[in-house]
T-cell receptor, first 113, second 112 residues
Framework: ETGVTQTPRHLVMGMTNKKSLKCEQHLGHNAMYWYKQSAKKPLELMFVYNFKEQTENNSVPSRFSPECPNSSHLFLHLHTLQPEDSALYLC????????????FGEGSRLTVL | SQKIEQNSEALNIQEGKTATLTCNYTNYSPAYLQWYRQDPGRGPVFLLLIRENEKEKRKERLKVTFDTTLKQSLFHVTASQPADSATYLCALDSGGYNKLIFGAGTRLAVHP
């Protein structure tokens, strides 16, 4: 138990569906992240939020839309995805100081048909 | 271009031996480097952090070195056990605040 909870753990969706991934952390951290992990590829940083403000958007397609309503919750809204978007989506949080370790959730395994 | 390279081939070793994993990087000047462990179907778990002014860091049977001249970090698991079998990821500070960039990881398999 890392203190970072992701739901759902598994999601299958068609290319025309709209779904959302949810992340919640109970660690009192102020920074939250979305990473994408595809098979045999490095984790790709997608979005970073510090104190609810987005500080990083790593050239992510607009079909991925993040939302951070407060420091404890982070969402990733998905619409009109492509099969190549199938991957493990990992949420993480960290304390506000630079160099803080990341605490990851268990991930949401997404399959786009 | 900026790159982080870890050996993509799995490392197979006998129980009790020391495993050494390598992380090389180019075109970065990280203030620190971190190592994580990832088991299949799970999220990565933080193991160690080493800063640019530190040569070596230890935690129980784990040892990390950081050579900013060679642009390389080595991760050692001494007296390895089958339970150490996992994928190990290195990650470094890319210069942006809280912007950690990961290598693809090396899978370690420790055989009894």
């Amino acid at each position: 138990e890392t203190g970072v909870t992701q739901t759902p753990r598994h999601l299958v969706m068609g290319m025309t569906n709209k779904k959302s991934l949810k992340c919640e952390q109970h660690l009192g951290h102020n920074a939250m992240y979305w990473y994408k992990q595809s098979a045999k590829k490095p984790l790709e940083l997608m979005f970073v939020y510090n104190f609810k403000e987005q500080t990083e958007n790593n050239s992510v397609p607009s079909r991925f839309s993040p939302e951070c309503p407060n420091s404890s919750h982070l969402f990733l809204h998905l619409h009109t995805l492509q099969p190549e978007d199938s991957a493990l989506y990992l949420c993480a949080s960290s304390p506000p100081q630079s160099g803080g370790e990341l605490f990851f959730g268990e991930g949401s395994r997404l399959t786009v048909l | 271009s900026q790159k982080i390279e870890q050996n993509s081939e799995a490392l197979n070793i006998q129980e009790g031996k020391t495993a050494t994993l390598t992380c090389n990087y180019t075109n970065y000047s990280p203030a620190y480097l971190q190592w994580y462990r990832q088991d299949p179907g799970r999220g990565p778990v933080f193991l160690l952090l080493i800063r640019e002014n530190e040569k070596e860091k230890r935690k129980e049977r784990l040892k990390v070195t950081f050579d900013t001249t060679l642009k390389q970090s080595l991760f050692h698991v001494t007296a390895s056990q089958p339970a150490d079998s996992a994928t190990y990821l290195c990650a470094l500070d890319s210069g942006g605040y809280n912007k950690l960039i990961f290598g693809a990881g090396t899978r370690l398999a420790v055989h009894p």
